[in-house]
């Protein structure tokens, strides 16, 4: 073989060899890409795995009312915070939670702490599909209620299922749900409560598959204390 022949050849075989490792960066690239936009949503409440106690909390983006971004994440946490993840303003559990939690809200705030109630409805019925006692016994509370209908908190703290059942789609044909993480992922959170220290760690836990059980107000308050 002529060393014209040799060099052609080894031109072609390099040419290949770049191809080869191209594609396969190029799928790599693609694969983390489809792994970062994927949510973290179990089959059932049953199968959920919630973050742990002593874990950072992880980074996640919710929406305020107006429909804009509100970070929340390790390096963002400026005052103790309670992370209080509900279903929805048309869940009577969550309402009777969110009515609950109003007797310790300045007793939390004196001590130095924040609650952030997350929900699974849009940003523009996060207060108007709760119900009118809710509404009536929060007034001039300023609860801060964020909207997850995108999942983002409750695939990262490791709380999102997909429910079933023929309630479930009764729930969907709601006008209300509309743009809800129900209707949009097919999800919801399972109630949770997580308290996180000015380090960004999760001092505080609580979840139960059981969407009719809640962490009673005086826990909440005395779980604050885990993270002064």
């Known amino acids: 073989m002529s060393n014209q022949s040799s060099l052609i050849l080894t031109l072609d075989l390099f040419r290949k060899l770049r191809l080869t490792v191209g594609l396969c960066l190029l799928v790599g690239f693609t694969a983390i890409a489809q792994a970062e936009g994927k949510l973290n ?3 059932s409440a049953n199968d959920i795995h919630p973050v742990k106690t002593g874990e950072r909390v992880p980074a996640f983006m919710v929406k305020n009312p107006d429909g804009k971004d509100f970070y929340f994440g390790p390096d963002r946490v ?3 915070t309670v992370l209080v993840l509900y279903r929805g303003g048309w869940c009577p559990y969550c309402n009777v939670q969110l009515q609950d939690l109003r ?3 300045p007793q939390i705030r004196a001590k130095g702490a924040q609650v ?3 929900s699974g409805d849009r940003p523009d019925v996060l207060y108007s599909s709760l119900k009118e006692k809710t509404k009536e016994e929060i007034h001039d509370l300023n609860y801060k209620i964020y909207s997850d209908a995108d999942m983002q908190a409750s695939s990262a703290l490791g709380v999102a299922f997909s429910p079933s059942g023929f309630g479930i789609q009764f729930l969907k044909a709601r006008s209300s749900l509309k743009g809800s993480s129900l209707r949009e992922h097919d999800a919801l959170p399972v109630p949770s409560v997580f308290v996180v220290d000015t380090r960004g760690v999760i001092t505080y836990a609580f979840t139960d598959p059981n969407f ?3 962490l009673p107000a005086e826990d909440v308050l005395a779980a604050v204390d885990t993270a002064l």
């Open 41 to 43: 949503i179990a089959k």
């Open 78 to 80: 400026t005052k103790p």
């Open 103 to 105: 007797k310790v809200l």
């Open 116 to 118: 952030l109630f997350i």
């Open 212 to 214: 009719k059980i809640r």
